[in-house]
């Protein structure tokens, strides 16, 4: 009898024990799928540097490829590799793509957020998310194909694929996704704020200009610096649309090339292990740091206002 | 003096400011209004572009046939399936990954600066340069880890590329489920994990499907990535297993573009046409659940 009571007691003490033991596993898995985001970052910068590594340690010259406008990878015997032109063409890209993205953008999300109500405001946000999901390739072959011979028509230049081309790209492919983040900067501030202002007699205006916008200043920040990230970032687009030709640009309607596009151009032909090949993934490093300081930067700005 | 000495239509008239405040106002209005529609329209203009130039070149032939003769004519096929065999083997390691790594977040994680590390570290892997993770997964999957250029190289990569939507969308629908349903579920003396599955993970599924749609929305355009990971340009069979190389959507609409000549000027059209159709497509269900799903809510 007694016997039997605590064999059942342990049976009971055992089924326990398993629901612990998976409790505890399920916590060393979840946990361990929890820092993969962490291992993967890491990762990225260590493979990217394995690769890259033999350049880096051999005949990097910190001016030669940051000051040097000459790429010329494929000169058989003296190859030159200065990335300046590059850097240029990726930032005039950037800037031109910023200067149309940022008002655009924050316009668009200041009519959402606060002008509109309703349905208006559903359909309106419902469509910048179908914008923003427009992938990189559509837009380069929108570059190439609508908005090349658009160009040359309209300015009366010979090549359309040029940094105004791949600018209006990436601003439009960009402004999307900046609006819904600036939007939640708006959406974060509290009503309470916008009642006290209006109760004061300001207008719609008067409360987005003194109140609202001030209050949301970190966060439409931090939208604007994702942004320039992305741009920067950006790889099918500027491909094809910059024209893909190493220059240092004087205006608007010459061509260039960006960074991410001479890795993806270029990848392909080299022998792996080459000197070309590690200096393609000794510029991913270069990518990788950038952008890992511009979302970082976001990252505390945002962060900024919450701890206020 | 009395308010009778006051003549009653001033009471009720706005000062000069006022008048002008709200002109400044409206102008305003219209001013972000205009910027609002320039931004869509644009967009709506050039889909309506691709539509007309396409349209007529998309049948069910289109869709269930191989491209023939360099490419220039015949249809999509192997890209396409190509393209899903990319997406589902993508999801099938980020989706219990992603999960798993929301739930650390949502249910295990506290306030501290570890977390705050991971959170640091998903925003970072979701705003890394998608040809650094084409470098990535070519030094990782394709070299190191010896896949050569493969399915399963490409599919890795893509599921690491897009790991932060669904870790983001999880814990957000995760965290919308009521700490009161937890409480409850504890009192009952249910361990973390019986909590989780029983009560937490059933009442945030569709939030969790509506983020893992969205990713196969993401990941099915996505084009850098797979280029040197396992995608080609051509393959004239069908990939046999995950360590083959594959076609591509997202790269036969690169690869007919820019690389094929004599192409005629219909077809890109058409492969842009069927690639943005898919994606807006997942987008389209995706949302429209997300709305479904807000009209339904029970807490």
Not at chain 2, 21 to 45: A, D
Not at chain 2, 59 to 81: Q, R
Not at chain 2, 150 to 170: C, D, N, R
Request: glycine share 8%; charged share 15%; net charge negative.
């Amino acid at each position: 009898m007694t016997t039997q009571s605590s064999e059942a007691m342990n049976e009971q003490f055992d089924r326990r024990t398993l629901d612990w033991y998976i409790d505890k596993l399920v916590e060393v898995i979840v946990f361990i799928s929890g820092i993969s985001a962490i291992i993967f970052v890491i990762g990225i910068f260590v493979f990217v540097t394995m690769e890259g590594m033999g350049f880096l340690f051999d005949s990097f010259s910190f001016s030669e490829f940051f000051g040097s406008e000459y790429w010329e990878p494929s000169d058989e015997d003296a190859p030159e590799y200065g990335i300046l032109a590059l850097i240029a063409g990726t930032a005039s890209v950037t800037g031109l793509a910023m200067l149309i993205a940022i008002p655009f953008s924050l316009g668009t999300a200041i009519y959402i957020a606060e002008f509109s109500t309703g349905k208006t405001r559903e359909y309106l946000k419902v469509l910048v998310e179908l914008l923003a999901a427009i992938p990189s390739v559509v837009w380069g072959f929108i570059g190439l194909t609508i908005m090349n011979p658009l160009i040359i028509e309209l300015f009366d230049v010979p090549v359309g694929l040029t940094v105004l081309n791949a600018g209006i790209i990436l601003g439009l492919m960009a402004a999307p996704i900046m609006t819904s983040i600036a939007e939640d900067a708006l959406k974060a501030v509290p009503d309470r704020y916008r009642e006290a202002a209006e109760a004061l007699g300001a207008t719609r205006w008067q409360v987005i200009y003194k109140t609202v916008l001030p209050a949301a200043k970190n966060g439409l920040l931090g939208a604007i610096l994702l942004g320039v990230g992305r741009g920067f970032g950006e790889t099918m687009a500027v491909l094809m649309a910059t024209g893909h030709a190493v220059n240092i640009p004087g205006s608007v309607f010459d061509s260039v090339r960006a960074l991410t596009a001479t890795i993806a151009a270029e990848l392909g032909e080299t022998a792996v292990g080459s000197e070309h090949y590690q200096v393609l993934f000794t510029i991913g490093i270069f990518l990788f740091l950038i952008t890992f300081v511009i979302n970082l930067t976001a990252d505390l700005i945002v962060r900024g206002i919450k701890n206020q | 003096m009395s308010v009778e000495a006051m003549p009653v239509e001033n009471l009720f008239t706005e000062s000069q400011l006022n008048v002008k405040n709200k002109k400044i106002q409206s102008l305003y209005r219209v001013l972000f209004l205009l910027m609002t529609l320039l931004l869509i329209l644009p967009v709506l203009i050039i889909l309506g572009t691709l539509i007309v130039k396409g349209g007529s070149m998309i049948s069910i032939d289109f869709l269930f046939t191989d491209p023939v003769n360099g490419m220039t004519e015949g249809g999509v096929f192997p890209a396409l399936l190509g393209t899903v065999f990319l997406v589902s083997l993508a999801l099938l390691i980020s989706v219990p990954l992603g999960i798993a790594a929301a739930i650390y977040l949502s249910e295990y994680a506290s306030e501290n600066w570890f977390t705050r590390a991971i959170n640091l570290a998903i925003i970072n892997l979701a705003g890394v340069p998608s040809i650094v993770h084409a470098l990535f997964g070519v030094g990782a999957f394709v070299m190191f880890f010896g896949f050569g250029t493969s399915i399963l190289a490409a599919s890795l990569t893509l599921a690491i590329m897009t790991l932060p939507v669904v870790i983001v969308s999880t814990r957000e629908s995760l965290q919308a489920v009521p700490h009161a349903f937890r409480e409850a579920c504890w009192n009952m003396g249910a361990t973390r994990w019986q909590t989780i599955r029983r009560v937490v993970l059933p009442n945030a599924v569709s939030g969790i499907l509506t983020g893992v749609i969205l990713e196969v929305s993401r990941t099915t355009g996505e084009t850098a990535p797979i280029m040197f990971t396992g995608a080609v340009f051509f393959l004239p069979f069908l990939p046999q297993g995950v360590f083959d190389q594959t076609m591509a959507l997202s790269l036969h609409l690169f690869v007919v573009t820019t690389q094929v000549p004599n192409v005629p000027e219909q077809l890109p059209y058409a492969v842009a046409l069927v690639l943005i159709g898919m994606v807006l497509l997942m987008n389209s269900i995706s949302i429209a659940f997300r709305m479904y799903l807000r009209s339904k809510k029970k807490w």
